[in-house]
């Protein structure tokens, strides 16, 4: 429980920095005058980064403990933000374009390192079966979630109120006084295991992540497609201020993070971890699937809407939220459930890699529909892609023998 415990409140520290940083970026350069494709360019090495972060961060956490890995990724992010710090202003756009993103690739990798190294160690300190697992991993995805909705608004706020550079020196302090107290409080054999010889072997991945991974891609793709980009630019351009932007997607996200903390009290278990869990998610990918649709559909007739187009969009996110919240807290436990006990942290890292790719597609697709066909264009992606996550969760094995 104290590892647990000290995992989760570094990762509090780090994640309420990685909301503020994406909110900054994103304000700050709209503000520039940079379209909605460059925006989402400049996210683009921190999506990519993390793809090979989480496969190259499980196995060295697996290799090195995770003690060292939590630490490698705050210290690299207070890197990334002092790098940051470092643009000037008189640079011209194309060098400006290319710092931010090699900013954004160092930040990246930190978050990526950070978080498979984190989750990894709840499937290592949890020792009381599948019911102990599911509420663990539960309420460290939620109240991670809702410390980042923190972080957006922390992010408008300090934008509005202190400036691009001081808001970027001063969460890079606080995340030096957490990484010293971080490296002084854990463990130094904490997840030490055997790790893969060869990358034939790391990626051998068992019937179950290797499905899951599949689904994950689409998953947050689906949400990163109108959330990342189109959703803050929509907002500010019906005019809304910095701050009252990253103060909505603060709620949302706390909101989000709340509901994922408490989704196993939303899901009937089962003692073998599989069976009643895996229709489970089957179920909420259908639901959440219809969410987009029927957005869609009322946002097809603008003119024949009794409320603003803005209210109706608006509506259709905390619904929407609340479905991918219970969503996320089940896959967020299948794969833990489905990871081996010997190489957890290898297995969390390559279903995190999906992730990351699938929020690297979902980023891109957000900057260049939004850019082109506006707001219902990235529903409409999401739309696509929750159709194929929902479809692919329908191939998850139901028992730990299927699951291999």
Not at 112 to 128: E, L, R, W
Not at 213 to 236: E, S, T
């Amino acid at each position: 429980m104290r590892n647990y415990l000290i995992v989760t409140a570094s990762y509090w520290g780090f994640t309420l920095t990685d909301g503020a940083l994406r909110m900054l970026v994103l304000l700050h350069f709209y503000r520039l005058g940079y379209s909605p494709f460059t925006l989402a360019f400049l996210f683009l090495l921190y999506e990519a980064a993390g793809i090979f972060a989480n496969l190259g961060g499980g196995w060295l956490a697996a290799r090195f403990g995770i003690r060292r890995m939590l630490g490698l990724g705050l210290a690299l992010q207070i890197v990334g933000l002092l790098f940051l710090s470092a643009l000037d202003p008189d640079w011209g756009a194309t060098l400006s374009v290319i710092w931010v993103v090699a900013a954004q690739g160092l930040a990246g990798i930190a978050k990526d390192i950070t978080k498979t190294a984190s989750k990894s160690a709840i499937k290592i300190t949890s020792v009381d079966g599948n019911s102990q697992l599911f509420r663990w991993v539960a309420w460290f995805t939620g109240s991670k979630n809702a410390t980042k909705g923190l972080g957006f608004f922390v992010g408008g706020l300090l934008l509005d109120a202190a400036g691009f550079e001081p808001a970027l020196w001063g969460m890079a302090a606080m995340l030096a006084v957490i990484l010293i107290a971080c490296l002084a409080a854990l463990p130094p054999g904490l997840g030490v295991s055997a790790s893969s010889k060869s990358m034939k072997e790391l990626f051998a991945k068992s019937p179950g992540v290797n499905i899951l991974a599949a689904a994950r891609v689409f998953m947050f793709g689906a949400r990163d497609v109108w959330f990342v980009v189109g959703l803050p630019v929509f907002l500010y351009a019906s005019g809304w201020d910095f701050w009252a932007v990253g103060g909505f997607l603060a709620a949302w996200t706390i909101a989000y993070g709340g509901i994922q903390a408490v989704a196993p009290a939303l899901v009937t278990r089962s003692p073998d971890g599989l069976s009643r869990e895996v229709p489970a998610a089957r179920l909420w990918g259908l639901a959440l699937a219809v969410i987009p649709a029927l957005l869609l559909a009322a946002l097809s007739a603008p003119a024949a809407l009794p409320v603003a187009v803005e209210s109706v969009v608006l509506a259709g996110l905390m619904v929407f939220g609340v479905a991918f919240a219970v969503n996320s807290s089940l896959h967020s436990y299948l794969i833990l459930a489905y990871a081996g006990s010997k190489k957890a942290a290898e297995d969390v890292g390559f279903y995190y890699a999906a992730n990351a790719a699938g929020r690297l597609m979902g980023t891109l697709l957000s900057g260049l529909l939004y850019q082109v066909t506006g707001l219902s264009g990235c529903i409409a992606g999401s739309l696509i892609m929750l159709v194929l996550c929902a479809a692919i969760t329908f191939a998850l094995p139901r028992d730990a023998k299927s699951a291999g």
